[in-house]
């Protein structure tokens, strides 16, 4: 049993797509996403990719190049409103940047292949079994869903694996998707309130995704 919860995002203008550290610069520091949202007075937010637990992973946010190593699956949202995600081997960091590369993330794995759900994934067994989650899809440009999943509540909603969440963005019409830090991490604010169930609370984290609100800080 899982419960999940979708939020369906348009932006006229990609630059209402916006994302903020803690503690409002990088590397900033941690904090509760929840927290995040309302320093930054968003309408919707959506935890991120927590780009500072890791030493390495592109960092490119609100258009500015923060980090430039590379790890993983990478998801790029560039200005033109298109998103996509990239295996490690795939991915140039110089034609994105050419491109436009708006936003990155570096945390994955990417959930969608062709159109279909990955045959593997670029991540341990840990994170492919059930969690609860956090993810970005995209529709066309300027059309975006953020997902997240309550998990670890016993018959309440276990979470979902990558194979189910792959198949929620699929069958949601998504064209591309992207996981993003999940577990107790993962949580989702509207309008100032918690969505569901964030696992203990939810934790301190580094970043968010948000709508609305205040200029990237």
Avoid at 26 to 31: E, K, Q
Avoid at 162 to 183: P, R, T
């Amino acid at each position: 049993t899982a419960v999940y919860y979708i939020a369906d995002v348009w932006v006229r203008n990609i630059l209402g797509f916006k994302t903020a550290f803690a503690g409002g610069s990088y590397p900033g520091g941690y904090a509760l996403p929840s927290e995040m949202a309302s320093d930054n007075n968003a309408i919707l937010a959506l935890s991120g990719d927590c780009n500072r637990a890791r030493p390495e992973g592109l960092v490119i946010r609100n258009g500015t190049l923060y980090r430039d190593s590379i790890a993983g699956d990478i998801c790029i949202l560039y200005g033109d409103g298109v998103m996509e995600s990239y295996y490690e081997s795939d991915f140039d960091l110089d034609a994105a940047i050419a491109r436009g590369a708006y936003q990155s993330w570096s945390f994955g794995p990417k959930l969608i292949d062709n159109g279909q759900v990955p045959s593997s994934y670029n991540t341990t067994n840990a994170i492919i079994a059930h969690n609860p989650r956090a993810a970005l899809g995209y529709f066309e440009p300027g059309h975006y869903c953020l997902v997240y999943a309550d998990g670890r509540q016993g018959e309440t909603s276990n979470g979902l694996t990558l194979d189910e969440l792959s198949q929620i963005m699929i069958s949601l019409g998504c064209v591309d998707a992207y996981n993003l830090d999940g577990g107790q991490s993962s949580m989702m604010i509207f309008q100032g309130e918690v969505i569901g169930n964030p696992y203990k609370g939810g934790r301190n984290i580094s970043d968010i995704i948000y709508f609305g609100g205040d200029d990237p800080q």
